[in-house]
């Protein structure tokens, strides 16, 4: 599914498009795991990017939410990506809401989603990445709270227990809007509490770097608190943004849905969010941005917000995995054109308070 799967998806797509968006991912899912894997093309020296203690091939990785249960990472790293976040996975499997919960908005090049974290929980995702042990490649796991544990943070401390040892780095999912009172855990003190509790599990054992994913919906105050958090509690990095639960203007019919809107009208409040932090973290702690990506253009933008990393999701849908190496190819070309040697001279240049 690598070549061949960039070749067809121009053609694939109607069909694609014309089930319902969760039968077209799964659909996407069973062909990439049957799909055998070819190394990626190797990206020019100018995008490789040293972040978390790894070594990225060039920044543009594969954001959560599209494998939480870690089914087909080395077919997705095939595509070109330099890495893949798999998750949100959660302590017990999960059923998530009720479907439909996963829509398409085609005129806006947009999803909403409120799948509420179904998984399979931490054991099937540890036996999948236990039985690719040794293959390389960097792989995050995002990790997320029960719907209804009666400790979230257990679960996050649980999470991190079962992975420390089989991901590259781990993603403490705070901001997804599909868990009623998740995205609580943003608010100062419980971030604190939340993050002191994975310090106490983090200094008992080996464990990879430590990443927070936030919201792009959060008020400039609480960007100055959790700034001031992320540096003390000595978090390894950010992941700006998930889902927006904003409704700007948008064509679609689904537009009323419930849920978390990612895609094109995410870019700019997405990237409004990575400045700020920016702005108030500098290059102290590296930032992924998430939200919108959908061009070599887009992906550049949010490096000049301050972005050392790229993940991205929806664009796919519409654009399939040809995008991948359009994006880094014009990355590259970018960089080339403006006379810089490396993608690390553009990072965060335009962001400012
Ligand atoms: C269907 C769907 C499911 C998602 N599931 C998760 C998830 O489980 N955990 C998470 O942290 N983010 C999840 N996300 C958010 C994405 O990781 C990403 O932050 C967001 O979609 C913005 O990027 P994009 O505009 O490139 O899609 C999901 C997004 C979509 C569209």
Do not use: C
């Amino acid at each position: 599914m690598t070549a061949l799967a960039r070749l067809a998806f121009p053609a694939l797509r109607p069909l694609l498009h014309a089930l319902d968006a969760e039968n077209a991912h799964r659909l996407t899912i069973a062909a990439l795991r049957l799909a055998p894997t070819a190394s990626p093309p190797s990206p020019p020296a100018s995008l490789a990017v040293e972040a978390l203690g790894l070594k990225f091939a060039h920044p543009l990785g594969l954001a959560a939410g599209f494998d939480k249960n870690g089914e087909v990472p080395d077919p997705m790293l095939a595509q070109g990506l330099s890495f893949v976040e798999l998750g949100t996975v959660t302590p017990r499997p999960q059923k998530g809401n009720a479907r439909p919960r996963l829509f398409r908005l085609a005129e806006d090049e947009a999803v909403i989603n409120r799948m509420g974290f179904n998984n399979e929980g931490h054991d099937a995702l540890r036996r999948r990445l236990a039985a690719r042990r040794g293959r390389g490649g960097i792989i995050g796991v995002n990790i997320g709270a029960n719907k209804d544990s009666s400790d979230r943070i257990a679960d996050y401390v649980q999470g991190l227990e079962a992975f420390a040892d089989l991901a590259s780095y781990l993603t403490v999912n705070i901001s997804s809007p599909n868990t009623p009172g998740l995205r609580n855990l943003q608010s100062r003190p419980e971030l604190e509490a939340l993050l002191g509790r994975l310090n106490e599990a983090r200094a008992k054992r080996a464990s990879p770097p430590l990443l927070v994913k936030i919201a792009p919906d959060l008020a400039e105050a609480d960007l100055d608190d959790m700034a001031e958090v992320f540096l003390a509690m000595r978090v390894d990095g950010v992941i700006v943004s998930n889902t927006t639960i904003a409704r700007p203007p948008l064509r679609s019919a689904h537009q009323g849905e419930t849920g978390g809107l990612s895609g094109r009208p995410l870019f700019a409040p997405s990237t409004r969010m990575l400045a700020e932090l920016y702005a108030r973290l500098g290059r102290r702690i590296p930032l992924i941005g998430v939200g919108g990506i959908d061009s070599p253009e887009s992906a550049f933008a949010k490096i000049e917000a301050g972005a050392s990393l790229l993940q991205l999701y929806s664009a796919l849908v519409f654009h399939g995995p040809a995008l991948i190496t359009r994006i880094v190819a014009g990355l590259a070309e970018r960089l080339k054109a403006e006379g810089l040697a490396d993608i690390r001279a553009a990072v965060g240049r335009k962001a400012s308070r």
